[in-house]
Nanobody, 121 residues
Framework: QVQLVESGGGLVQVGGSTRHSCVAS????????MGWLRQPPGKERELVAS????????YAESVKGRFTISRDHTNQNMVFLEMNDLKVEDTARYLC????WGFGRHEYDNYGQGVEVAVSS
């Protein structure tokens, strides 16, 4: 079992930036990728970004060029999601996830509690 603790979130104005962090503990050897999902109000969850242990990344089309997922240099079990040029449609609950699977398989083994991001115009 992997435990995920997130921090970040909050209220941000359109065009602004924010950053989340997520640290994994427990059975971290089982982790292939860490990433972030988001769930906008009244909508389905969607992948935002993920980062493989080898450094490869993937992003949702809607966030490419604005969001960056990265790993802490000293703790490979800690990831960040830098969110820039925020739009109202980025308003959502952002959840940190881990998975044993590679890219293309959208199944996740562990979920964090999530952080709320509200983007105001």
């Amino acid at each position: 079992q992997v435990q995920l603790v997130e921090s970040g979130g909050g209220l941000v104005q359109v065009g602004g930036s924010t950053r989340h962090s997520c640290v994994a503990s427990g059975n971290t050897v089982s982790i292939n990728r860490m990433g972030w999902l988001r769930q906008p109000p009244g909508k389905e969850r969607e992948l935002v970004a993920s980062l493989a242990s080898g450094g490869k990344t993937e992003y949702a089309e809607s966030v490419k060029g604005r969001f960056t997922i990265s790993r802490d240099h000293t703790n490979q079990n800690m990831v960040f999601l830098e969110m820039n040029d925020l739009k109202v449609e980025d308003t959502a609950r952002y959840l940190c996830v881990t998975t044993r699977w590679g890219f293309g398989r959208h199944e996740y083994d562990n979920y964090g509690q999530g952080v709320e991001v509200a983007v105001s115009s």
